[in-house]
């Protein structure tokens, strides 16, 4: 597994939310077209542990929380980013998305939760912001950010 086939595998998801508002209606097609049984959705979770085990995915941080940029956006992502945290029973970083995000959350284990939910996709609206929470477990989370745009300067 490399990124240029880790961007392959991500095409679909790519093209449906790229360009889109982040809100309700984003969630919930997602939800409705990748669910967590989906080939899709099975195919990044099995791509995202193959990055893991060659070491360019989750290169930073250690512990309870490893995380790392997959992709810069590009006009071939549609100007999203792609990043990814292994994250055990841990509150990560408050932050706001001016532009919004796109989570991806992989449970690693049946009870684990990221913000309160378990395996599937939310979308948080730009301007929104959180600290980023695992329970229960250890929890994959893939993330779409519009023009890789996060700030943590606006911290809680």
Same mark, same amino acid.
């Given at each position: 597994?490399?990124? =240029?086939?880790?961007?392959? *595998?991500?095409?679909? !998801? *790519?093209?449906?939310?790229? @360009?889109?508002?982040? /809100?309700?209606?984003?969630?919930?097609?997602?939800?409705?077209?990748?669910?967590?049984?989906?080939?899709?959705?099975?195919?990044?979770?099995?791509?995202c542990?193959?990055?893991?085990?060659? %070491?360019?995915?989750?290169?930073?941080?250690? %512990?309870?929380? +490893?995380?790392?940029?997959?992709?810069?956006?590009?006009?071939? #992502? %549609?100007g999203?980013?792609?990043d !990814?945290?292994?994250?055990? /029973?841990? &509150?990560?970083?408050?932050? &706001?998305?001016?532009?919004? =995000?796109?989570?991806? #959350?992989?449970?690693?284990?049946?009870? $684990?939760?990221?913000? %309160?939910?378990? $395996? @599937?996709?939310c !979308?948080?609206?730009?301007?929104?912001?959180h600290?980023?929470?695992?329970? /229960?477990? +250890?929890?994959?989370?893939?993330?779409?950010?519009p023009? @890789?745009? *996060?700030?943590?300067s +606006? $911290? @809680?």
């Amino acid at each position: 597994m490399n990124v =240029e086939q880790f961007k392959e *595998i991500m095409k679909p !998801v *790519i093209g449906l939310c790229a @360009g889109r508002e982040f /809100d309700d209606d984003l969630e919930t097609e997602l939800n409705a077209t990748f669910p967590p049984e989906s080939l899709v959705f099975r195919s990044i979770e099995k791509a995202c542990h193959a990055a893991m085990d060659a %070491g360019w995915m989750c290169q930073h941080g250690e %512990g309870d929380l +490893r995380y790392g940029r997959v992709v810069k956006p590009l006009p071939e #992502t %549609g100007g999203l980013s792609i990043d !990814v945290v292994d994250m055990v /029973d841990v &509150a990560g970083p408050h932050h &706001a998305h001016p532009k919004g =995000e796109v989570c991806m #959350t992989m449970p690693q284990n049946p009870d $684990a939760r990221f913000d %309160g939910a378990g $395996a @599937g996709w939310c !979308v948080n609206p730009p301007g929104s912001a959180h600290s980023p929470t695992v329970t /229960d477990g +250890r929890a994959l989370v893939l993330y779409l950010l519009p023009d @890789g745009q *996060i700030d943590f300067s +606006r $911290a @809680g």
